[in-house]
């Protein structure tokens, strides 16, 4: 290049793309590009349709839910409002218990902490459409599984307080959660790896003639990674009994999704170039998700193989604790998201249904909080992340492997030195 | 008894160990209705059907973290990357999930799997069909790495892998497969039949992880080796008429020093040999563990005869590949010193 300026270019010159999101920081929201179908639309196929007939699935959008509360079409589950109610307490709890938390690492009390606000729908729901011994192997944003399975909020607090009651012995991040006996699988901080390995269990199932399923969770932008690509590959080919999932919440860090790919097409789109039944989903509405995820259940379990389902929503929260979302996209963006609130959109369908009035919900608010708060005593008085380790020096050494092998049992015995 | 080439002995190991435990499946490229490049799973599929030996897409991610799912599920898989050098695309899989998933769980999951992995040079295979990457996964905790030198300790070795409850990296030296390749390049190829490890039951045994083995007694001085360079250390002793004790060390990780300490304190002189490149190579673990243990027994400086740092060089993989005049030179540089 010339000094002082840019060499002159040919008029046919090449061009680069560079994605840019519609709104940043000090901008107006602009969600204008995204289209809404009418709930209902496009129907419920029928089990064994595969991804040729579901082109309107993967591009368009299923929804159950309009804006007021009133639930349409072929979609909308034959649930009673018991469960509906139990999903709204499990979404109350969820929201809860990240408020606390956050609060906590706010207070110096735990080094980290990943929020899902905005997103309860997505695991709350799914995990209430699945069998309790189907297999979860989720991100870092699914803490609603475990408390739609009752994982007690003891243990998941003196996970993310690292101390003496962490059923991780203080090894892993804060969320990182672990727990065979409620379907969930280790959470690693390495994004993607989850998605080929829930693949590899429901190939296991199948082997073995269980009657297991499992379910994988990623978000928009981990399908970047080749590990996706991998999951879906396999999947296919093996018609592996799975569901995998992208929650695409619009976000990664401060990359919009249009980083991913989103640009050019929707994150459901890509799974039928592998052949693979895929649906977009209104991820803020409870019922949709329930729905769509019940239907990618009952084709794994008969054998008609994995379903893709991408969960339009939006990360209403930071990333993380590590991240102020107002440095890279405008503060008014998750009021503006056209899809609403999932908890609100479910209590207004309760309320319209007649199962629910605003008191109430304000009572089970409180309730919620207070449980949670209760809970946070209890695990607080366990202990607190702190400059002294609740674990003993010896425990590192502990799990590497199976047995101690004598190069870790010399170095833990070097500890004196 | 039967002989054996080490291909027949990994075949019969995975026959053996899959006849004996429905939780055993095997898969990878061509692994299945082909048989493996190499010809390790011939007749697996034909035996225990395409449930239990299957070929997979070409991808080692998935390859890799499939059998990690299935593993965690309770199934003890066995997975066949084609060639090691082929293993980078799997080795977030290997290296973040399969060796952390036990601790970072706090033993709520593990990974009973088998990673075997053609590996090594002297094939003119080029940059990318030679390449020796055991430090890469040495240095990885929570691996466990196993390099057979012949075909009575690979099958002995394999089924242990196969059955330990942690992941277990197993390097199949390939120059080796057919014949106990001793670096004289030009000297007629020699079948396994005529070698006493060749000699292996039918039946099932194993070796356990951790024990390596003497391949020759001596005084003069150790020779710590595994895989290919067992053979080329035992042909250099002979061909410098060095009275060297080779010790095969055939599980890396965990090591047996008592083995190591018992003929360096011996011998009082130590050669390390491997193939792969020199700089930060398990070699180097090696030195510093004999220096740390035997450091007063050392009559001479350790030596390392090893590849270069360069990568595999196709037309010039004789000059690369550590072969008997270059052993020798490095023993009678620790006699002498």
Redesign the interface.
Known sequence: MPEGGEAPRPANALKLHIPKPHARPGETPDFSDIDLPDPGEPPRPALNATHRDMRRHAYGLVRVLDMQGNAHGSWAPAIGPEVLLRGLKAMLLTRAFDERMYRAQRQGKISFYVQCRGEEAVAVAQTMALQHGD?C?PSYRQQGILIARDYPLVDMMCQLYSNAGD???G??LPV?Y???AHGF??I?G?LA?Q???????????A??GDVRI?ASWVGEGSTAE??F???M??AS?FGAPVILNVVNNQWAISSFQGMAGGEQTTFAARGLGYGIPSIRVDGNDFLAVFAVTQWAAERARANLGPTLIEHFTYRAGAHSTSDDPSRYRPAEEAAAWPLGDPIVRLKDHLIAIGEWDEQVHAAAEKETQETVRAAGREAEKIGILGGVSAHARESMF?????EL???LRQQRDEGGL | MAVMTMIEALNSALDTVMARDPKV?TFGEDVGYFGGVFRVTENLQKKYGA??CFD??I?E??I????????????R?VIEIQFADYMY?AY??LV??AA???????????VPLTVRMPYGGGIFGGQTHSQSPEALFTHV??L?TVVPSTPYDAKGLLIAAIED??PVIFLEPKRVYNGPFDGRRDAPIQPWTKHPASEVPEEYFSIPL?KASIAREGEACTVLAYGTMVHVALAAAEDAGIDAEVIDLRTL???D?EAIVASVAKTGRCVIVHEATRTSGYGAELAALVQEHCFYHLEAPIARVTGYDTPYPHALEWEYFPNPPRIGAAMRAVMEA
């Open positions: 297999m192997f059923p991780m012995k090894r892993q990182m672990s727990s065979q699988f280790t690693s390495n790896t998605m080929p390995q829930a693949v590899g269990w429901a190939m296991a199932s082997y073995s499992a080749g590990d690509h991998a999951a590959t396999f080919v502990e799990d590497v492997y199976k092998p004598w190069h | 499946l449930q239990r997979t897409p991808n991610t998935g890799a973290g499939v059998a990690i799912g299935m593993a965690v599920y309770g199934l898989p695309p977030d899989q973040s999930e952390r998933i036990r601790h970072r769980s706090a033993g709520d999951f593990a905790s929570g466990k409850d942690d951790g990780i965990p090591v020093i």
